[in-house]
T-cell receptor, first 116, second 116 residues
Framework: SAVISQKPSRDICQRGTSLTIQCQVDSQVTMMFWYRQQPGQSLTLIATANQGSEATYESGFVIDKFPISRPNLTFSTLTVSNMSPEDSSIYLC?????????????FGPGTRLTVT | GENVEQHPSTLSVQEGDSAVIKCTYSDSASNYFPWYKQELGKGPQLIIDIRSNVGEKKDQRIAVTLNKTAKHFSLHITETQPEDSAVYFCAASRYAGGTSYGKLTFGQGTILTVHP
């Protein structure tokens, strides 16, 4: 498995501001993902964070709103820009460790964001 | 794309009873099916998974079964305990070549409550 940490664990932000969430993994991983989980809902993939290149976004998510960086194999950031109350969610970092199986995927503890 | 349906949305059992959660998927090429447990305030935890080359997998009190023909898979928890109370998510993905698998598509989640 992998130990994944996220900062901050929670935050309350004013509308119109931006928040950057950090994800750090204790070992090298092949893939890193960012998910959103709205209250009482399932997990929605925002984007795949690609090391050294632009992230791959899912339908409905755009780089201007959710810029992502991944400068190395164990670290990534997600920024939620120009926030509105609709952005209040849990944001989850997820990784696939380097293993022969290549398919197991693990999640961080999440960042609980409230926008007022 | 893949679509995963999960039932029931809520499940209430008495301690010691068994619990079964079912998922169906639409993409016949999907071949990896993990289950996640999410406790309140935490990120999803991978608890068991199955690949399409096996029909059943067990790990102590939990088991997963897969019926490729019918395109459904199930999570079975025996001798339930109050600490099993959580939200459970199923997911599906397909092999993408080499050691790569495609993105996970999640079910809607099942809130399991185990009453002492």
């Amino acid at each position: 498995s992998a130990v994944i940490s996220q900062k901050p664990s929670r935050d309350i932000c004013q509308r119109g501001t931006s928040l950057t969430i950090q994800c750090q993994v204790d070992s090298q991983v092949t893939m890193m993902f960012w998910y959103r989980q709205q209250p009482g809902q399932s997990l929605t993939l925002i984007a795949t964070a690609n090391q050294g290149s632009e992230a791959t976004y899912e339908s409905g998510f755009v780089i201007d709103k959710f810029p992502i960086s991944r400068p190395n194999l164990t670290f990534s950031t997600l920024t939620v820009s120009n926030m509105s109350p609709e952005d209040s969610s849990i944001y989850l970092c997820s990784v696939r460790p380097v293993t022969p199986r290549g398919y197991e995927q693990y999640f961080g503890p999440g960042t609980r964001l409230t926008v007022t | 794309g893949e679509n995963v349906e999960q039932h029931p949305s809520t499940l209430s059992v008495q301690e010691g009873d068994s619990a079964v959660i079912k998922c169906t998927y639409s993409d016949s090429a999907s071949n990896y099916f993990p289950w996640y447990k999410q406790e309140l305030g935490k990120g999803p935890q991978l608890i068991i998974d199955i690949r399409s080359n096996v029909g059943e997998k067990k790990d102590q009190r939990i088991a997963v079964t897969l019926n490729k023909t019918a395109k459904h898979f199930s999570l079975h928890i025996t001798e339930t305990q109050p600490e099993d109370s959580a939200v459970y998510f199923c997911a599906a993905s397909r092999y993408a070549g080499g050691t790569s698998y495609g993105k996970l598509t999640f079910g809607q989640g099942t809130i399991l409550t185990v009453h002492p």
